[in-house]
Nanobody, 127 residues
Framework: QVQLVESGGGLVQAGGSLRLSCATSGLTFNSYPMGWFRQALGKEREFVAA????????EYADSVKGRFTISRDNAKNTMYLQMNSLKAADGAVYYCAKKRLMSFRTGTAGESQYDSWGQGTQVTVSS
């Protein structure tokens, strides 16, 4: 059974940094692209970033490009999201997700392309 567990969320001042982690089990981790999504209060869940199984390819939402970095350690079955220059608008519950298909080229921004989700970790940015 696939399990995804996020950690690293918390309260940070605007301009600060946080590093989220997504620990996984029950899957051949290096075979699957992974993604980060977020959902702010009262808003729909939105794509943040994705990374290929090897870690060699990444994609980002325009809103986080240049500030967030997605990475993975396949030896540890863990994915990360380094978030710098945080803004109040970045405050949300952040979810990690496993892509349904092994291919990165089939797209990464749609929720329906992911079949396993973590429980989420709250990120609050004070202005």
């Amino acid at each position: 059974q696939v399990q995804l567990v996020e950690s690293g969320g918390g309260l940070v001042q605007a301009g600060g940094s946080l590093r989220l982690s997504c620990a996984t089990s029950g899957l051949t981790f290096n075979s699957y692209p992974m993604g980060w999504f977020r959902q702010a209060l009262g808003k729909e869940r939105e794509f943040v970033a994705a990374i290929s199984g090897s870690g060699g390819s990444t994609e980002y939402a325009d809103s986080v490009k240049g500030r967030f970095t997605i990475s993975r350690d396949n030896a540890k079955n863990t994915m990360y999201l380094q978030m710098n220059s945080l803004k109040a608008a970045d405050g949300a519950v952040y979810y990690c997700a496993k892509k349904r298909l092994m291919s990165f080229r089939t797209g990464t921004a749609g929720e329906s392309q992911y079949d396993s989700w973590g429980q989420g970790t709250q990120v609050t940015v004070s202005s």
